[in-house]
Nanobody, 124 residues
């Protein structure tokens, strides 16, 4: 079992940057494929990015491609989401998720563990 805690959210102006972190408990972090999802007010949870357990493969949603980068540091049991050129439409609660897998996982339903989320607000 793993517990996930997100941090790094906040209020930023359009065009600005934020880096989200997802700290995981436990000693088997390197066994997990990790993902970032987001949920805007009144909308469903949507996929943002995923990184596989080895860290050698990633997928980023089309809506954020070229602006967001996912990475992980297994020595620190932490995953990151670097968000650049932020837009007002990026405003949402951002969640990290984990599942024991070596494959990339983009479906919400496939993840077993979730953090509590961190709010990102981008002002225009």
């Amino acid at each position: 079992q793993v517990q996930l805690v997100e941090s790094g959210g906040g209020l930023v102006q359009a065009g600005g940057s934020l880096r989200l972190s997802c700290a995981a408990s436990g000693r088997t972090f390197s066994s997990y494929t990790m993902g970032w999802f987001r949920q805007a007010s009144g909308k469903g949870r949507e996929f943002v990015a995923t990184i596989n357990s080895s860290g050698r493969a990633t997928i980023v949603a089309t809506s954020v491609k070229g602006r967001f980068t996912i990475s992980r540091d297994d020595a620190k049991n932490t995953m990151y989401l670097q968000m650049n050129s932020l837009k007002p439409e990026d405003t949402a609660v951002y969640y990290c998720a984990a599942v024991v897998s070596s494959a990339l996982v983009v479906q919400t339903i496939q993840y077993d563990y979730w953090g509590q989320g961190t709010q990102v607000t981008v002002s225009s």
